[in-house]
């Protein structure tokens, strides 16, 4: 079946450690990759994207994302947390339509 | 507009009432999203509408949910004879082409009471 899977539901890292979070799909072709971030009562903001080429990606506030085609990941990854970067982050496929992984919510301490 | 638009931000109903909930995308945006987002929960694909193709009603829930959108511009989602398990935030969003970065707007704020 086709979906998205984000393994971690809480992830605790300290100010200034580097961070990845995962995310895997499952789909029948490579299909487009998004991460979104969503800040408590705020709404949901691109981080980056990919579509093709250069599987490196980089996106605002700090961030970049891998595509590994053959482990059929787009992982996220920030080399040094800001206090301001603890909210919710969501990975999503666009194939069919845009689907969304349950999410990982990210906190951050002193 | 400068963004997607929804309305309204926030609705109290009692539980067997209808509601209509609406949204503005992009203009130019041909392809518009609902979800559905609980305390808590990740986003919960609702409906997705492409053009003139037959919106991809998949993830409605019962058929209590329908949706429509008029013009390829507004789209409108209903609710009939709303329940409790019916709350949540209900989020809209819109893409210039299919399955590419979507923009949402700030979502309505639904509790059935």
């Known amino acids: 079946a086709q979906s998205v899977t984000q393994p971690d539901i809480h992830i605790t890292v300290s100010e200034g450690a580097s961070l990845e979070l995962r995310c895997n799909y499952s789909?029948?072709?490579?299909?487009?990759l998004f991460w979104y971030v969503q800040s408590p009562g705020q709404g949901l903001q691109l981080l980056l994207k990919?579509?093709?080429?250069?599987?490196l990606v980089q996106g605002i506030k700090g961030f970049e994302a891998e595509f590994k085609r053959s482990q059929s990941s787009f992982n996220l990854r920030k080399p040094s947390v800001h206090w301001s970067d603890a909210a919710e982050y969501f990975c999503a496929v666009g194939y069919d339509a845009l689907n969304f992984g349950k999410g990982t919510s990210l906190l951050v301490t002193p | 507009g400068a963004g997607v638009s929804q309305s309204p931000s926030n609705k109290v109903t009692e539980k067997g009432k209808d509601v209509e909930l609406r949204c503005d995308p992009i203009s130019g945006h041909t392809a518009l999203y609902w979800y559905r987002q609980s305390l808590g929960q990740g986003l919960e694909f609702l409906i997705y509408?492409?053009?003139?193709?037959?919106?991809?009603k998949s993830g409605l829930p019962s058929d209590r949910f329908s949706a429509e959108r008029t013009g390829g511009s507004v789209s409108t989602l209903t609710i009939q004879r709303t329940q409790q398990e019916d709350s949540a935030v209900y989020l809209c969003?819109?893409?210039?082409?299919?399955?590419?970065?979507?923009?949402f707007g700030q979502g309505t704020r639904l509790t059935v009471v």
């Open positions: 509408f492409q053009g003139n193709s037959a919106p991809d």
């Open positions: 789909y029948g072709a490579t299909p487009y």
């Open positions: 969003a819109s893409s210039l082409f299919p399955n590419t970065e979507a923009f």
């Open positions: 990919y579509f093709s080429g250069d599987t």
